[in-house]
């Protein structure tokens, strides 16, 4: 520590080795755990619904897919549709396939 110390100190040019010091100190510290937010990985509350994957998404499924989450903020998605790539992660998306049965679901 104190050779890199020196090292730093004359590399800086700095006259007085506090600064060395700090830059030093700042480079070993462990970074800082992330701080909760309010967007976590499934926002969307996608595992609310989960067991709906395999169904066909009929309009009581999808009622009921709307209640179990506890928002309309539900994009369904078909095979060739269009679909914009803004991230939304409170939003869920619901993928289907050609015969409307729920493929998957992901935040997004």
Known sequence: ???VLICASFLSGASYPHSA??????MTQRPAAPKPSA????????????RFIGATAT??????????TGHNRIRWIRPGTAVTQDSRQDRL???????EQIMTMRCG
Do not use: F, Q, Y
């Not at 309009?59 to 179990?68: C, D, F, G, L, Y």
């Not at 998306?93 to 015969?99: G, K, P, Q, R």
């Open 39 to 50: 967007r976590s990985p499934d926002a969307c509350t996608a595992h609310l619904v989960s």
């Open 59 to 68: 309009p009581t499924v999808r009622t009921a897919i709307e209640k179990a």
């Open 93 to 99: 998306n619901v993928i289907l396939d050609e015969t």
């Open 21 to 26: 010091m700090l830059a030093v100190d700042e």
């Open 1 to 3: 520590m104190l050779k």
